[in-house]
């Protein structure tokens, strides 16, 4: 697992860095990355006015995603740092599901320090899957769509789940995901 991620004198440098940086440029760039975000929402909606109502002119394209065999932790991560409510997770067999955030949150528990949560972070999906009955993945097969379906279509399903998946024609690939957040 250390392999895998950054150690924490290196990110405790990255940011410190940054920090320092940011204070230096003060209001101004916090101000500037606010109106930049306003402006790109009014453009994104001025844009939208001319596209097809379909799901690939909305949805997120080649969407990060978990695999079964992924450890809890990187996944848990991965959740963290894009601000990820749900992730898709394809299974051994080829199938896809979704983990929530708070099914992970369920599965880590409130302990934060000891073993029972350094093993449960050390586990895989899959193992997490079998262990405990909370922690669940949403069977996708129901959530899937095509690229070209109607944007009323991919609506109509978020009624009943938060998050539609796009797949390819072929195989199991994901081409992306859609989400309340992304038709808005």
């Given at each position: ?7 924490f004198?290196?990110l405790y440098?990255?940011?410190a860095?940054a920090?320092?940086?940011?204070v230096h440029?003060?209001?101004y ?6 109106n ?6 009014v453009?994104e ?5 001319y596209m097809?109502?379909?799901v690939?002119?909305f949805?997120v ?10 450890l809890?932790?990187l996944?848990r991560q991965?959740?963290?740092e894009?601000s990820y ?11 896809w599901h ?6 992970v949150a369920?599965y880590?528990g409130?302990?934060?320090?000891g073993e ?6 050390a586990?895989?999906?899959e193992?997490?899957?079998e262990s405990?009955?909370?922690?669940y993945?949403?069977d996708?097969k129901?959530?899937t ?6 944007l009323?279509k991919?609506?109509s ?6 998050i539609v ?5 072929e ?8 989400t309340?957040l992304?038709v808005?």
């Amino acid at each position: 697992m250390k392999s895998l991620l950054a150690p924490f004198a290196t990110l405790y440098d990255l940011v410190a860095a940054a920090r320092n940086d940011a204070v230096h440029q003060g209001a101004y760039a916090r101000h500037l990355t606010k109106n930049a975000i306003r402006l790109a929402i009014v453009l994104e909606e001025a844009l939208k006015s001319y596209m097809n109502l379909v799901v690939m002119d909305f949805m997120v394209p080649n969407p990060a995603y978990a695999e079964h065999w992924q450890l809890v932790s990187l996944v848990r991560q991965q959740m963290l740092e894009n601000s990820y409510s749900y992730i898709p997770v394809l299974d051994k067999n080829g199938n896809w599901h979704v983990l929530s955030d708070a099914a992970v949150a369920l599965y880590l528990g409130a302990e934060r320090n000891g073993e029972k949560r350094k093993k449960c972070l050390a586990s895989t999906v899959e193992q997490a899957w079998e262990s405990l009955a909370s922690v669940y993945l949403i069977d996708a097969k129901c959530l899937t769509m095509q690229a070209d379906d109607r944007l009323d279509k991919a609506l109509s399903a978020l009624k009943q789940h938060p998050i539609v998946l796009v797949k390819s024609s072929e195989g199991t690939g994901l081409l992306g995901v859609l989400t309340a957040l992304d038709v808005l």
